[in-house]
């Protein structure tokens, strides 16, 4: 194709008609399918000819505007020679083609031209930002939501299109259009043409750009567009795009405020639904209908992990997808399986949920979840049992039900996992179970099989939960068991050092379950803990404990507790003295805090008038 001919053509035109049919003649050469691979080299080579120049001119003329804004949409599509159109001063003149609002097919090509001139071009987005092109645009789209003329619901496709090219990724210009009220006039386009699939398509991948962003949550929560997305979901055309609407409101409820706003709302009755068309239980389900199921699941579960949102769904005990939930614990399906026990473990989050769960039998649904299969998703499925288990065992009315029910024996089935996160959560529904039930502590800690891999796991710096859990549980143990043979299995498993080592972790939880456990060693079985409290350098946490000047007063109090219990410990004792712990007791014994004061007195008295006697 000879340009230079092309564009002699457009030169030597003289009447509005030639210039018209020879516009037209450069149009068919980008239009034509024969060029469809070489259109990039087509524009470029036009440009550099000066093409440009001729159009800006013709532009000018209201009745070439049209077919002039045409081409550039065109040409607009070659990224190179989208800066030289912005450049070139088409920006101005086809905004104000759309503030005219007087012809509807010269507002499509206008928007068409001006949409792909901004695509991925912040200059060209600048310079219609600079024009007031974003009020002008949205004033467009208002003003369409009435128009009925012929075209009209092609022009609101496309400058939704315009909308979204101008705004995607570009923070400020996002700022700006939400600030002008774009998600109001978006989720009426919504509610309004959900019939018309292009630009429902349209509208929802506007959506999903502007509602990236941090920036929109404000408006976001005095718009209707949540409304109008689960009122969509509703519809044949929202069923066909299931997909982009749910991603849309899964990237929404991350807010805690969206997730309030949407359990008002009928999603999770639209969701349920969803999950219960797709879902046969007596047969493999296809791949579409189990990415529906999943999405739909995934969705009614991030509800759920909202405070105000998941009460209101629960609704005491008679909300829709609380019951749903309980059904999906004996689904065969893996994946519902997974979402019932992630709902159990959200609901159970007040005491009273948890004795109403408990009341309701669903202990043995989750239990039934942990017989042992191995793979990676059933990993997960344990992962969440596990953590809705420890949930229900908080409360001290419901710890007696689930030991009967049997929830002990079947969690330590889990002891040989090779998942840690699994182990994790294990050893948080043992230390949930044992807190103030003598009997299971004191069977857990007869167990010595499992109080060797529980030392080992105290000592798992891969997983620093497991590892805290682990001595955790160790100390409670000792605490809830207060028996000889618990803490000497401890002992001979080599846990006192874990114990000791956990008086100076981070947290002062931690630091006084550690202090009391060795209190209680110490005050039980001095004689078979001596050595091995020497060994793990328990004196020297004790100075630094009672030395640290950030050291709470209720961690020196107990620290001087446990130092008073050792002293009568004659390999301790000696130790103890030639130290200069004696002399920093003797300091606290001014210390502001009358406790530590009071305690440190007491030990300084033990100390000179004891004799050492080792039980």
């Not at 209707?224 to 899964?250: H, K, M, R």
């Not at 997808?321 to 994946?335: A, D, P, Q, T, V």
């Not at 606290?588 to 300084?604: F, N, P, R």
Request: proline residues 2%; charged residues 25%; hydrophobic residues 40%.
């Amino acid at each position: 194709m000879d340009v230079s001919l092309v564009l002699e053509c457009l030169h030597a035109a003289s009447s509005r008609e030639d210039k018209v049919k020879a516009l037209s003649s450069i149009l068919d050469v980008f239009t034509d399918s024969k060029n469809e691979d070489i259109t990039d080299e087509i524009a470029e080579s036009f440009t550099k000819k000066g093409l440009l120049d001729d159009l800006l001119n013709l532009a000018q003329d209201e009745d070439s505007v049209t077919r002039v804004s045409q081409l550039l949409a065109e040409i607009a599509k070659t990224e190179s020679v989208r800066e030289p159109c912005v450049e070139k001063g088409f920006v101005p003149i086809f905004l104000k083609v759309l503030e005219r609002q007087d012809n509807i097919e010269s507002m499509i090509q206008a928007c068409r031209a001006l949409g792909n001139m901004c695509f991925d071009n912040d200059i060209g987005r600048r310079i219609v930002d600079d024009n007031d092109g974003i009020c002008i645009l949205l004033r467009l789209l208002r003003s369409l939501l009435s128009n009925t003329k012929c075209e009209a619901d092609r022009l609101r496709t496309i400058a939704c299109g315009f909308l979204l090219n101008l705004t995607n990724s570009n923070e400020t210009l996002q700022k700006k259009t939400v600030e002008g009220d774009a998600l109001d006039v978006i989720a009426k386009y919504l509610q309004q043409y959900q019939t018309e699939d292009g630009l429902c398509n349209m509208v929802l991948v506007t959506i999903a750009s502007l509602t990236d962003s941090e920036l929109c949550k404000e408006k976001l929560l005095s718009s209707n567009l949540c409304q109008a997305l689960v009122d969509f979901l509703g519809t044949p055309s929202g069923e066909e795009q299931y997909e982009t609407v749910l991603d849309i409101l899964i990237a929404l409820s991350e807010w805690d405020e969206v997730k309030d706003l949407l359990a008002h709302t009928d999603l999770c009755k639209h969701l349920i639904k969803m999950a219960q068309i797709n879902l046969d239980e007596n047969a493999e389900y296809s791949e579409e209908s189990q990415q529906k199921v999943k999405m739909a699941s995934d969705l009614l579960i991030l509800l759920l992990t909202g405070e105000k949102s998941m009460e209101i769904l629960f609704d005491d005990g008679k909300g829709e997808i609380f019951s749903e939930s309980l059904k999906w614990l004996e689904s065969n399906k893996e994946h519902l399986q997974l979402s019932g026990a992630l709902a159990v473990g959200n609901f159970a989050r007040s005491d009273e949920h948890c004795r109403f769960l408990v009341e309701q039998g669903v202990i043995k649904r989750l239990l039934h979840l942990l017989k042992p299969v191995y793979g990676e998703q059933k990993c997960t499925l344990e992962h969440a049992s596990l953590s809705a288990l420890r949930n229900l065992a908080i409360p001290a009315t419901n710890k007696a039900s689930l030991i009967n029910e049997g929830v002990l024996d079947a969690v330590l089935v889990l002891v040989d996992s090779e998942m840690l996160a699994v182990i994790f959560k294990m050893l948080g529904v043992l230390r949930m179970l044992v807190d103030g039930q003598e009997e299971a502590a004191v069977k857990l800690g007869q167990h010595r099989e499992f109080v060797t891999r529980l030392v080992e796991w105290s000592a798992c710096e891969e997983h620093p939960g497991v590892k805290g859990e682990a001595t955790r549980l160790m100390a409670w143990l000792v605490k809830n068991s207060r028996t000889e043979d618990v803490m000497r299995n401890i002992i001979r498993a080599d846990g006192t050092p874990h114990l000791v080592a956990m008086a100076t972790s981070e947290h002062v939880v931690m630091q006084n379950e550690s202090l009391v456990a060795l209190t209680l060693i110490a005050s039980t079985v001095l004689a078979d803990a001596a050595l091995p409290l020497k060994e793990a350098d328990l004196l020297e946490t004790v100075l630094q404990l009672l030395k640290g000047d950030q050291t709470l007063a209720e961690i020196k109090c107990n620290t001087l507790t446990l130092t008073k219990t050792i002293c009568t410990a004659e390999s301790l004792r000696e130790d103890l003295l030639s130290s200069s712990i004696p002399d920093v007791i003797r300091q606290l014994t001014e210390h502001d805090d009358y406790k530590v004061k009071e305690a440190a007195k007491s030990v300084i008295t033990l100390l000179e008038d004891t004799q050492p006697v080792d039980r």
